[in-house]
């Protein structure tokens, strides 16, 4: 049976090794990275859980602004209590368990969270071969980001909570 709940500092290890099963290490968050947003962000850190083994994640801080910029993947800090817009700065599905709805799960579970909240927004950045699957999930797409992280052509996707 599959769980979702808060992020662990034991869970390190196994974000690390479905981070970089899921993205290009220009693009993985590393494991400092993830240190910071255990350390920082916790109450908007997900991960999925089957069997004791960690399946899936999902995480990034509130901020102040719209849309994500670079600057977020290098300085987290702590959520305000209420408002704001929450990002999504990773959300990652260890391949083996890709196509189960456990990436929406995740999203639904952040989503919860951000609505208690009384955040405005999810948003996020994406490649364009995916903007469809956010689409499909209540996201609109917004347009091309600024970001440029990974080399990457970004696109801004955003949901109202409102």
Same mark, same amino acid.
């Given at each position: 049976?599959?769980?979702?709940?808060?992020? %662990?500092?034991?869970?390190?290890?196994?974000?690390? &090794?479905? %981070? $970089?099963?899921?993205?290009?290490?220009? !693009?993985?968050?590393?494991? %400092?990275?993830? %240190?910071?947003?255990? !350390?920082?962000?916790?109450? /908007?850190?997900?991960?999925?859980? !089957?069997?004791? &083994?960690?399946?899936?994640?999902?995480?990034?801080?509130?901020?102040?602004?719209?849309?994500?910029?670079?600057?977020?993947?290098?300085?987290? *800090?702590?959520?305000?209590?209420?408002?704001?817009?929450?990002?999504?700065?990773?959300?990652?599905? &260890?391949?083996?368990? *890709?196509?189960?709805?456990? &990436?929406?799960?995740?999203?639904?579970?952040?989503?919860e *969270?951000?609505?208690?909240? *009384?955040? !405005?927004?999810?948003?996020?950045?994406?490649?364009e071969?995916?903007? /469809?699957?956010?689409?499909?999930?209540?996201?609109? $797409?917004?347009?091309? /980001?600024? /970001?440029?992280?990974?080399?990457?052509?970004?696109?801004?996707?955003?949901?109202?909570?409102?």
């Open positions: 049976m599959m769980i979702i709940r808060h992020v %662990e500092k034991l869970d390190l290890d196994q974000l690390v &090794a479905i %981070e $970089n099963m899921c993205f290009t290490p220009i !693009e993985a968050a590393t494991r %400092e990275a993830f %240190e910071k947003r255990i !350390e920082k962000i916790a109450d /908007s850190f997900f991960v999925a859980q !089957e069997d004791g &083994a960690l399946i899936g994640l999902v995480n990034g801080p509130v901020v102040h602004t719209e849309f994500i910029t670079d600057e977020l993947f290098a300085d987290i *800090q702590e959520n305000p209590a209420l408002g704001g817009h929450q990002t999504i700065l990773g959300l990652a599905v &260890a391949p083996s368990a *890709q196509k189960r709805g456990i &990436a929406k799960r995740l999203l639904q579970k952040l989503e *969270q951000a609505t208690k909240h *009384q955040r !405005e927004t999810d948003t996020l950045t994406c490649l071969n995916l903007v /469809s699957f956010y689409e499909n999930l209540g996201y609109v $797409n917004k347009g091309l /980001s600024s /970001s440029k992280h990974g080399g990457e052509v970004w696109m801004n996707m955003s949901k109202s909570l409102k």
